[in-house]
């Protein structure tokens, strides 16, 4: 499990790192800090599942990973969370604009950038209607495969076949975009 920490932490990293030189906006560096969290403990909770089982670990990400991002959200004072283009759960099925980045990403990705690199902002609307959107890439890293590879553990295959009969989120190769973190602040929650 140690190797997967590292992998892990280096993860981690493409969340709270900037992309720019400058001094972000508050609301960015808040954004960073809540997707920060919410991976990180999101991450500590498989890794300890994966101890017992990847079973355990599918778990954890059907029960607990919804229930982590809300506490963060609450906490931050805006929505966060993950979504991919490849999907487990529909609840975590992209909006239109979490596409296009998403698709932005993998474009960019595939051209050469580095993932540290990318990250996302917008303000969408104005007034209380607005919208302050954030979003960095989740990376597929080791840990992920298990859950999410060509090769899945014994038993993986059959409980995703059973919870998730419309899952598109295997086949990944480490390295490649697995998703993204979002976080989304309305109106005048943060400027």
Not at 159 to 183: H, I, M, Q, S
Request: aromatic share 6%.
């Amino acid at each position: 499990m140690r190797a997967f920490s590292c992998w892990i932490a280096a993860a981690l990293m493409l969340v709270t790192t900037g992309a720019g030189a400058a001094e972000p906006a508050g609301w960015v560096s808040d954004s960073r800090e809540a997707a920060g969290r919410l991976g990180n403990q999101l991450i500590g909770e498989l890794t300890r599942a994966l101890e017992t089982s990847p079973v355990e670990a599918i778990r954890v990400c059907r029960e607990r990973a919804p229930v982590i991002a809300a506490e963060q959200g609450e906490r931050a004072g805006a929505r966060v969370g993950r979504t991919a283009l490849r999907t487990r759960s529909s609840a975590n099925q992209p909006l239109d604009w979490q596409r296009r980045v998403l698709e932005s990403f993998a474009s960019r990705l595939e051209a050469g950038a580095s993932p540290a690199s990318l990250e996302y902002t917008e303000t969408a609307g104005s007034g209380e209607a607005a919208e302050r959107r954030w979003m960095k890439p989740i990376m597929t890293v080791p840990l992920c495969l298990q859950c999410h590879g060509h090769e899945l553990a014994p038993g993986v295959a059959e409980v995703l076949a059973a919870e998730y009969p419309k899952d598109r989120a295997t086949g990944f190769r480490v390295g490649e975009l697995r998703g993204a973190f979002y976080v989304v602040w309305r109106g005048s929650a943060r400027q």
